[in-house]
């Protein structure tokens, strides 16, 4: 009984000693996890915020632009104004050259006149001319020819004059007019300069957003490859909890077996001997798991890929995919070279895999990277799934999508 005691202590001893050495590893893991959550948290916030700064950038170019549109709608009123102005100026200079030509045929009228008068008796041409008349008839006859070339230049004089005013009066509201879209452009231009300094800093913010972001995505990278080695660790450590334990399960047995051989009152002793395990053993550090048909990667601990990015979310969701799978559309031939069963059909819980350049729903997938998503549906030759990625308003994902046309892309099941 003694020895039975002490065997139990020592194996209780073993699994406590195991049980501490698992304890720090996991619980590093779990501060770790905690920081990878909190980073994706910040990122988020930031992503959200970058999309605003983005927004309001684009509403103030829209602004700008709006602006730019009146400046040069203003700029050519301002030169047909100009260009009516001169119009108008040219039909004064012209009319105060039939106003002179008008007066030059007035004095030359006059002058042939008092040629006629001979000496003048009364100092008045009109006058003069009357009363030089040859007789009564040819005093009416003049008379009259007087009073026509009288009310002739006096017609004359007042139409040229009444033009000249209507001129200088549409050439002063053209002036006018002109000062107007002057002074509107230079309100625009003012407008348009405070639009600018405004999306200059929004363009600022939204550089200071990615910049952040770019950083959190680094210290995620290093986050996540700190989990990974964290993870392996914890990994190593149940392996050693359930080799000490089996060691110790072992010792215990024969131990009782000993115990009862000694103690024994029969002529004959039989020994038991433990039974070999013919089953497999998982545990959460095996890469294969054989049970129910799934198969893990032999690199599937952690998420090693970039936060925002398709493989990051499908990462995240299918924890047995690879970590080094590569970019999306290189996947399925990664999981092919690990043994996974790589088709074009589709099924609930496969990963699809889209091909660089490939459409998808409405969209094209990046040349060169491709793009992976979740199967979370299938109904005929279309498919429901769940992914992430910079593109979609929540990076991190689920974003939700039914694409027809499934059997085109290729899928990797478990």
């Known amino acids: 009984m003694k020895l039975q005691t002490i065997l139990t202590t020592m194996v209780t001893a073993v699994t406590l000693t195991a049980f501490a050495a698992t304890t720090m590893p996991v619980s590093a893991a779990s501060d770790t996890q905690t920081q990878i959550s909190s980073n994706q948290s910040a990122t988020d916030k930031l992503v959200a915020q970058l999309a605003a700064a983005n927004t309001e950038v684009i509403n103030l170019q829209n602004q700008i632009n709006d602006k730019n549109t009146a400046i040069k709608d203003a700029q050519t009123k301002i030169t047909d104004t100009e260009a009516k102005i001169k119009e108008l100026a040219g039909e004064v200079t012209k009319t105060e050259a039939e106003l002179s030509a008008r007066k030059d045929v007035l004095k030359k009228q006059l002058i042939s006149l008092q040629k006629q008068t001979g000496d003048s008796v009364t100092g008045n041409v009109y006058v003069d001319f009357a009363l030089n008349s040859k007789d009564l008839s040819d005093l009416i006859s ?3 020819t007087v009073n026509k070339l009288n009310q002739a230049n006096k017609d004359a004089l ?13 050439q002063n509201e053209q002036v006018a007019k002109k000062q107007d879209l002057v002074d509107t452009k ?3 231009e003012s407008d348009k300069a405070s639009l600018v300094n405004l999306k200059s800093a929004a363009d600022t ?12 995505k680094d210290v995620l990278v290093a986050l996540q490859d700190k989990a990974a080695k964290e993870d392996a660790a914890a990994k190593a450590s149940l392996a050693k909890l359930s ?3 089996t060691t110790a399960t072992t010792t215990k047995s024969t131990t009782k077996a000993a115990t009862k051989s000694t103690t024994s009152t029969s002529s004959s002793v039989a020994t038991k001997t ?5 089953g497999s053993t998982s545990n959460s550090g095996s890469s294969i798991n054989v049970s129910g048909g799934t198969q893990t990667s032999s690199d599937s601990a952690g998420n090693a890929y970039a936060y925002g990015q398709c493989t990051w979310y499908v990462k995240s969701v299918a924890p047995w995919a690879g970590n080094h799978w590569g970019n999306g559309g290189q996947w399925g031939a990664s999981a092919a070279a690990e043994g996974f069963t790589v088709n074009n059909t589709p099924s609930v819980g496969s990963i699809v895999v889209v091909a660089g350049g490939q459409n998808f729903g409405g969209w094209t997938a990046a040349a060169g990277y491709g793009h992976v998503a979740y199967v979370v549906g299938v109904s005929g030759n279309s498919i429901t799934v769940q992914q992430g990625g910079m593109g979609f308003s929540n990076p991190g994902g689920p974003n939700t999508q039914t694409v027809s046309g499934a059997s085109s892309f290729t899928y990797i099941h478990r």
Not at 158 to 170: E, G, Q, S
Not at 274 to 278: D, G, I, M, N, V
């Open 205 to 216: 913010k939204s550089d200071a957003l990615n910049k952040k972001i770019a950083a959190n």
């Open 158 to 170: 007042a139409a040229v004059n009444d033009a000249k005013a209507k001129l200088t009066d549409l």
């Open 274 to 278: 433990p039974a070999a395990s013919t």
């Open 243 to 245: 080799a000490a334990a």
């Open 186 to 188: 230079a309100s625009l």
């Open 142 to 144: 003049r008379a009259s």
